[in-house]
């Protein structure tokens, strides 16, 4: 079945460092990615929708400087934290809509965000 | 943006019986989706039901929607304990199949063996 690949699973980093946040579809061509954050016992949030080939949409109050988000392919696309504080530790997950009969989408497994 | 809401926040059932969780939307939707994540983990697409369908069947799951109340219900019948995880709902209010989904704060299940 259809999968998204989504790397790395955990991750912990330094105050002032970058991450970089990659999923890739599988079998699939993912057109659109929409990347969302999650805290502990919440529900998601969606942050930014990427297109192949154009810029991102992010919702309102997420700081497109500080999650820059790339989709340079239809299989590809990566989200990076900059200068990741503490505040931006969560849980970050992809999903790319088909993949699915029945036009359900299709999520990563998700990366835990630790910054100390 | 603006997130439903689901009842009950949390659940806890014996083996065997069934679970029922609620969730209630705000506008109106192409679509709503359930699903499932296990802790720690990604989510994963239990069912989907139109704007115009009112019930839909997929093994153990039934799922209901009434758009003039906006809401949906989840069944998950003889539940077993691989059933514990929590239990999303997502609209999507867009105008393709395809847009973006809100999600719901979500029902954690737990099911006792």
């Known amino acids: 079945g259809a999968v998204v690949s989504q790397h790395p699973s955990w991750v912990i980093c330094k105050s002032g460092t970058s991450v970089k946040i990659e999923c890739r579809s599988l079998d699939f061509q993912a057109t659109t990615m929409f990347w969302y954050r999650q805290f502990p016992k919440q529900s998601l949030m969606l942050m930014a929708t990427s297109n192949e080939g154009s810029k991102a949409t992010y919702e309102q109050g997420v700081e497109k400087d500080k999650f820059l988000i790339n989709h340079a392919s239809l299989t590809l696309s990566t989200l990076t934290v900059t200068s990741a504080h503490p505040e931006d530790s969560s849980f970050y997950i992809c999903s790319a809509p088909g993949g699915r009969g029945n036009y359900g989408y299709t999520f990563g497994s998700g990366t835990r965000l630790t910054v100390v | 943006s603006q997130q439903g809401e689901e009842d009950p926040q949390a659940l806890s059932i014996q083996e065997g019986e069934n679970a029922t969780m609620n969730c209630s939307y705000k506008t109106s939707i192409n679509n709503l989706q359930w699903y499932r994540q296990n802790s720690g983990r990604g989510l994963v697409h239990l069912i989907l039901?139109?704007?115009?369908?009112r019930e839909k069947h997929s093994g153990r799951l039934r799922v209901t929607l009434d758009t003039s109340k906006k809401s949906s219900s989840l069944l998950i019948t003889a539940s077993r304990a691989a059933d514990t995880a929590s239990y999303f709902c997502?609209?999507?209010?867009?105008?393709?199949?395809?847009?973006?989904?809100?999600f719901g704060q979500g029902t954690i299940l737990t099911v006792h063996p």
């Open positions: 997502a609209e999507n209010a867009g105008g393709t199949s395809y847009g973006k989904l809100t």
């Open positions: 039901i139109r704007s115009n369908e």
